[in-house]
């Protein structure tokens, strides 16, 4: 009786296909954005999905400044900011960053769902967010991703 080998087929740099996406942030909830950018950066939409390689996609956000916070998280949340220096620690609400750096709250939140180690800094770098509907990735051809 002969035994039956199955193999599972890893991913390799060389066998990783990534397509380029445009997400549209307008009334978007920047939470519920940030994980399904996050998944798909990783990869984990793919069946060839492998948690050592980077299988993700790059994403491109366009109007960063249209996304919205629920509740009172203008006023009450609190991005932290140290500038290295004793007593450097700078607090400013969503509300105000919204206004001044929008694309820093999308940033952040899908940068604090990646994995915290060097292929989760890999895969941040395929992370790309506007202000404004324009983007300088046309020559890659991006294609719509609706949420």
């Given at each position: 009786?002969?035994?039956?080998?199955?193999?599972?087929?890893?991913?390799?740099?060389?066998?990783?296909?990534?397509?380029?996406?445009?997400?549209?942030?307008?009334?978007?909830?920047?939470?519920?954005?940030?994980?399904r950018i996050a998944a798909i950066l990783?990869?984990?939409?793919?069946?060839?999905?492998?948690?050592?390689?980077?299988?993700?996609?790059?994403?491109?956000?366009?109007?960063?400044?249209?996304?919205?916070?629920?509740?009172?998280?203008?006023?009450?949340?609190?991005?932290?900011?140290?500038?290295?220096y004793p007593g450097g620690l700078k607090?400013?609400?969503?509300?105000?960053?919204?206004?001044?750096?929008?694309?820093?709250?999308?940033?952040?939140?899908?940068?604090?769902?990646?994995?915290?180690?060097?292929?989760?800094?890999?895969?941040?770098?395929?992370l790309f967010v506007y202000v404004g509907?324009?983007?300088?990735?046309?020559?890659?051809?991006?294609?719509?991703?609706?949420?």
């Open positions: 009786m002969s035994k039956l080998h199955f193999t599972t087929k890893h991913a390799n740099e060389a066998t990783v296909k990534r397509n380029w996406y445009v997400v549209d942030g307008t009334n978007q909830t920047v939470g519920r954005m940030s994980a990783r990869g984990k939409n793919k069946p060839s999905y492998t948690p050592h390689v980077d299988t993700g996609d790059y994403i491109i956000v366009i109007n960063a400044e249209k996304v919205v916070l629920t509740g009172d998280k203008l006023n009450q949340k609190m991005y932290d900011h140290f500038t290295g607090e400013e609400a969503a509300g105000n960053l919204l206004k001044r750096r929008p694309e820093v709250v999308v940033e952040r939140a899908v940068k604090g769902m990646l994995p915290k180690n060097r292929l989760g800094r890999k895969m941040y770098k395929k509907a324009e983007h300088p990735h046309g020559a890659q051809q991006p294609k719509e991703l609706k949420f």
